[in-house]
């Protein structure tokens, strides 16, 4: 059977949501009423990934095989767009048969931990498993796994651990992404009904006992990735719309996903319990469900407005999808290094997602943006790294962050629309009278004076004329 799948779900993955003052653009809405940890150790480690500001996610899974859409192409949603000669649940068996085919063979952990290294990235999250159901680590409750395909003889079939291993040694925090809902499991798509939505396919009020193992399903894996694969810092729990009805909000409901008249409740609260018994001061990410198990915030694909020192995390994607896309097109690394330097300055991290091909690498041209990201970090990290707010945080295309000494740092973005003056002014964050003002990675201080109100710091031409191109520099102001 012939299976073309439409470029046009690419586009509507990307449609802007923009209900909500928090984000500028959004695929998934941003939760309210951020409530901050109240363990002392899940806090600390909290504060600890503030200071992180970049990470790297990773979605890597069956879809890579035909370079199509992570998963979205087997919801039968208005949205989603298939070639319209296809046979729905032909092409739902040609999906789960990429598990026969998927067999990466150049696949290189290491090579992927320090490409990301390289690129001045602090944590790492792995997809263990998208919403397609499809097992990216050797789980024991499933058959459907890397590990049991042609894949499965290779030392390093266990695929999530031998990512966390290979980032552990460089450092990172480690986040094991999984998907909520799973679209594979009988318990969750029964085959005995059509699958008209994302969601569960069955009346759990009257079919509690298969509701019930599919809860029990889902907390054997998330034991089994807390328990058995080494030191992890998160779990980044995706498919929020699988959640208990009365945290359905009128900004959920304008998000426009359908919403089932009962609870989709996988009882977080003995989740949280068992996870954390076996990862103390583990971080949980319980995407868009406002509440305490939801550590921090992750608008996906867009940025705030206004600063919020809530802590919080953008998901954007290198390219224009999560996953490998034939012919994706991607951002450049000045564009990167632009978003983040907003993101960090408004109180963020973000979250890069980069997807291997189906072999297991990253291309070619993936890994020289993530090395012009880094070269830039090696410079000008001071600024980003271990930073917070300032009241102002921005004016034009300056940012401002402060480290947790007396120091602070104003951050001019460079483009062509943007050029590199040779006086940088601003106005607030005033520095003190005997301020010395230098260029992160220029051992020379500025000439610098504050006339109305208003900081003015002269750059010197030889040094404008180095400084020019680059995407941005930062400015550290001593107190």
């Known amino acids: ?60 899974g069956l879809y890579a095989v035909p370079g199509i859409i992570e998963s979205w192409s087997l919801c039968d949603e208005d949205w989603i767009t298939r070639d319209s000669t296809s046979i729905y649940s032909e092409y739902k068996k040609w999906y789960w048969g990429l598990s026969r085919s998927f067999n990466p063979i150049k696949f290189n952990p290491e090579d992927w931990a320090a490409t990301a290294k390289a690129a001045g990235m602090k944590y790492v999250v792995f997809t263990t498993k998208h919403h397609d159901g499809f097992n990216m680590f050797d789980t024991k409750f499933s058959d459907f796994k890397i590990s049991n395909g042609p894949f499965k003889e290779n030392p390093k079939a266990n695929v999530a651990k031998h ?40 009346d759990i009020r009257k079919n509690p006992w298969r509701w019930n193992k599919f809860v029990d399903y889902t907390h054997n894996q ?49 989740v949280a319990a068992m996870v954390r018994k076996n990862q103390n001061g583990l971080l949980i990410v319980d995407r868009t469900v406002h509440g305490e198990f939801e550590n921090y915030r992750t608008p996906e694909q867009g940025i705030p407005k206004d600063k919020s020192d809530d802590p919080w995390e953008s998901c954007i994607t290198l390219g224009g999808a999560w ?50 990201i880094g070269k830039w970090l090696e410079i000008n990290g001071e600024a980003i790294y271990n930073t917070r707010t300032l009241e102002v945080f921005s004016q034009d295309e300056m940012y401002f962050t402060k480290s947790k000494q007396n120091t602070f740092y104003a951050i001019q973005r460079i483009s062509e629309k943007t050029p590199l ?49 680059q995407p941005a520099i930062a400015l550290k102001i001593v107190q």
């Open 421 to 469: 003056t040779e006086t940088l002014r601003w106005k607030g964050n005033q520095p003190s009278a005997n301020a010395k003002i230098s260029i992160l990675g220029i051992n020379e201080d500025l000439k610098w004076q504050n006339i109305s109100g208003e900081t003015r710091v002269t750059i010197p031409k030889k040094l404008w004329q180095s400084l020019k191109a």
């Open 1 to 60: 059977m012939k299976i073309r799948f439409n470029s046009v779900l690419l586009c509507l993955l990307c449609i802007v949501y923009t209900q909500n003052s928090f984000c500028q653009s959004s695929v998934h809405p941003v939760s309210f009423n951020y409530v901050y940890p109240q363990e002392k150790e899940v806090a600390k480690n909290l504060e600890n990934w503030r200071d992180q500001k970049f990470g790297i996610i990773i979605h890597w």
């Open 222 to 270: 998330l034991n089994e990735l807390t328990k058995d694969y080494g030191k992890i810092d998160i779990l980044w729990l995706d498919g929020g719309w699988i959640r208990p009805r009365n945290t359905i909000t009128p900004e959920v409901i304008s998000w426009g996903a359908p919403i089932p008249d009962f609870d989709q409740e996988i009882n977080m609260p003995k």
């Open 323 to 372: 996953g490998y896309v034939k012919g994706d097109k991607f951002k450049s690394a000045e564009k990167v290094i632009h978003t983040l330097i907003e993101i960090v300055a408004k109180g963020g991290n973000l979250l890069l997602g980069v997807g291997p091909n189906a072999e297991g690498e990253f291309l070619p041209e993936q890994k020289q943006r993530l090395e012009e």
């Open 163 to 202: 990512v966390f291993d290979a980032f552990r040694k460089q450092d990172f925090l480690i986040g094991a992404y999984y998907s909520k809902p799973d679209w594979h499991s009988q318990y969750f798509w029964w085959d005995l009904h059509a699958t008209p939505n994302r969601n569960v396919n069955y």
